[in-house]
Protein backbone atom coordinates (compact mmCIF):
# COMPACT_ATOMS: atom_id res chain seq x y z
CA UNK A 1 0.00 0.00 0.00
CA UNK A 2 1.45 2.95 -0.96
CA UNK A 3 1.82 6.58 1.03
CA UNK A 4 -1.64 8.79 0.82
CA UNK A 5 -1.54 12.66 0.72
CA UNK A 6 -0.97 14.03 4.11
CA UNK A 7 -4.54 14.68 5.20
CA UNK A 8 -5.47 11.49 4.10
CA UNK A 9 -3.16 9.21 7.09
CA UNK A 10 -5.70 10.02 10.35
CA UNK A 11 -5.19 6.95 12.56
CA UNK A 12 -5.40 9.03 15.80
CA UNK A 13 -7.19 12.01 15.01
CA UNK A 14 -8.67 14.22 11.69
CA UNK A 15 -10.80 17.14 12.02
CA UNK A 16 -11.29 20.15 8.90
CA UNK A 17 -13.22 22.79 9.89
CA UNK A 18 -13.12 26.36 10.56
CA UNK A 19 -10.95 27.39 13.77
CA UNK A 20 -13.56 27.87 16.91
CA UNK A 21 -11.90 31.08 18.68
CA UNK A 22 -12.52 34.22 18.97
CA UNK A 23 -9.49 35.33 16.74
CA UNK A 24 -10.80 35.35 12.72
CA UNK A 25 -13.79 33.30 12.93
CA UNK A 26 -17.13 34.35 12.78
CA UNK A 27 -20.92 33.20 12.57
CA UNK A 28 -23.40 34.91 10.56
CA UNK A 29 -27.68 34.02 9.90
CA UNK A 30 -28.94 35.30 7.48
CA UNK A 31 -32.90 35.43 6.80
CA UNK A 32 -34.49 34.30 3.22
CA UNK A 33 -34.09 37.71 1.75
CA UNK A 34 -30.47 38.01 2.58
CA UNK A 35 -30.15 40.12 5.36
CA UNK A 36 -28.05 39.32 8.76
CA UNK A 37 -29.97 38.77 11.25
CA UNK A 38 -27.49 37.87 14.07
CA UNK A 39 -23.67 37.14 14.09
CA UNK A 40 -21.12 36.91 16.29
CA UNK A 41 -17.43 35.90 16.75
CA UNK A 42 -16.65 31.95 17.54
CA UNK A 43 -15.87 32.67 21.19
CA UNK A 44 -17.37 29.38 22.44
CA UNK A 45 -17.79 30.77 26.33
CA UNK A 46 -19.41 34.22 24.73
CA UNK A 47 -21.66 31.93 22.73
CA UNK A 48 -22.51 29.48 25.82
CA UNK A 49 -23.77 33.01 27.55
CA UNK A 50 -25.80 33.67 24.60
CA UNK A 51 -27.74 30.40 25.42
CA UNK A 52 -26.07 28.19 22.08
CA UNK A 53 -25.05 24.63 22.94
CA UNK A 54 -21.26 24.32 22.42
CA UNK A 55 -19.76 20.44 23.00
CA UNK A 56 -16.80 19.64 22.75
CA UNK A 57 -16.57 16.07 20.83
CA UNK A 58 -12.84 15.39 21.48
CA UNK A 59 -9.86 16.16 22.82
CA UNK A 60 -6.69 14.84 21.74
CA UNK A 61 -3.39 16.42 22.99
CA UNK A 62 0.19 14.83 21.77
CA UNK A 63 1.79 14.21 25.47
CA UNK A 64 -1.36 12.10 26.45
CA UNK A 65 -0.54 9.81 23.94
CA UNK A 66 1.66 6.91 24.04
CA UNK A 67 5.51 6.57 23.38
CA UNK A 68 6.15 7.10 19.87
CA UNK A 69 6.33 9.40 16.37
CA UNK A 70 3.68 11.69 15.69
CA UNK A 71 2.85 13.55 12.76
CA UNK A 72 0.77 16.96 13.59
CA UNK A 73 -0.34 18.70 9.75
CA UNK A 74 -2.24 21.57 9.17
CA UNK A 75 -3.74 23.45 6.69
CA UNK A 76 -4.44 27.35 7.42
CA UNK A 77 -7.06 28.25 5.04
CA UNK A 78 -9.38 31.52 4.25
CA UNK A 79 -12.83 31.63 3.05
CA UNK A 80 -16.42 30.17 3.75
CA UNK A 81 -16.13 27.08 5.41
CA UNK A 82 -19.78 26.29 5.87
CA UNK A 83 -22.78 27.27 4.69
CA UNK A 84 -25.85 25.75 4.54
CA UNK A 85 -29.94 26.72 4.92
CA UNK A 86 -32.38 25.99 7.61
CA UNK A 87 -36.18 26.00 7.49
CA UNK A 88 -37.65 27.70 10.82
CA UNK A 89 -40.37 30.92 11.76
CA UNK A 90 -38.01 32.27 13.73
CA UNK A 91 -33.96 31.63 14.32
CA UNK A 92 -33.74 31.01 18.16
CA UNK A 93 -30.46 30.66 19.08
CA UNK A 94 -31.10 28.32 22.22
CA UNK A 95 -32.03 25.73 19.34
CA UNK A 96 -28.13 26.23 17.74
CA UNK A 97 -25.80 23.15 18.85
CA UNK A 98 -21.98 23.64 17.66
CA UNK A 99 -19.17 20.64 18.24
CA UNK A 100 -16.04 21.01 17.90
CA UNK A 101 -12.53 18.80 18.65
CA UNK A 102 -9.62 20.53 20.52
CA UNK A 103 -6.11 18.94 18.68
CA UNK A 104 -3.34 19.66 20.78
CA UNK A 105 -4.54 22.74 21.53
CA UNK A 106 -6.20 23.79 18.28
CA UNK A 107 -9.47 24.02 18.40
CA UNK A 108 -11.82 23.10 15.11
CA UNK A 109 -15.89 23.40 14.70
CA UNK A 110 -16.52 20.30 14.16
CA UNK A 111 -20.07 20.11 13.10
CA UNK A 112 -23.54 22.32 13.25
CA UNK A 113 -27.13 21.23 14.20
CA UNK A 114 -30.10 23.03 14.83
CA UNK A 115 -33.46 22.13 16.83
CA UNK A 116 -32.20 18.66 16.58
CA UNK A 117 -31.00 18.29 13.43
CA UNK A 118 -27.61 17.82 11.59
CA UNK A 119 -27.11 20.79 9.64
CA UNK A 120 -25.55 19.56 6.47
CA UNK A 121 -22.46 21.93 5.39
CA UNK A 122 -24.03 22.89 1.56
CA UNK A 123 -21.09 25.18 0.30
CA UNK A 124 -17.71 26.35 1.26
CA UNK A 125 -15.24 27.97 -0.37
CA UNK A 126 -11.80 28.37 0.96
CA UNK A 127 -8.08 28.96 0.04
CA UNK A 128 -5.22 27.32 1.11
CA UNK A 129 -2.74 29.90 2.97
CA UNK A 130 -0.25 27.85 4.17
CA UNK A 131 0.64 25.09 5.66
CA UNK A 132 2.63 23.54 9.13
CA UNK A 133 4.05 19.99 9.36
CA UNK A 134 5.56 19.38 12.55
CA UNK A 135 7.11 15.80 13.67
CA UNK A 136 6.48 14.96 17.78
CA UNK A 137 8.69 12.36 19.19
CA UNK A 138 6.71 11.21 22.69
Not at 57 to 63: D, H, K, Q, T
Not at 97 to 113: M, T
Request: hydrophobic share 30%; charged share 25%; glycine share 8%.
Amino acid sequence: MGLQEWNENDDIVHTSGPEFSNEGSSIEVKDSDGSTIWDSNCDPQALVNLGVKVVEEEEVYISNLPKGYYFFGRAFEKGIHFSSSVKSEQFDLKKLELHYRNVDGWVLLESVSYDGEAVINGDSSTVTNSSSFELHQR
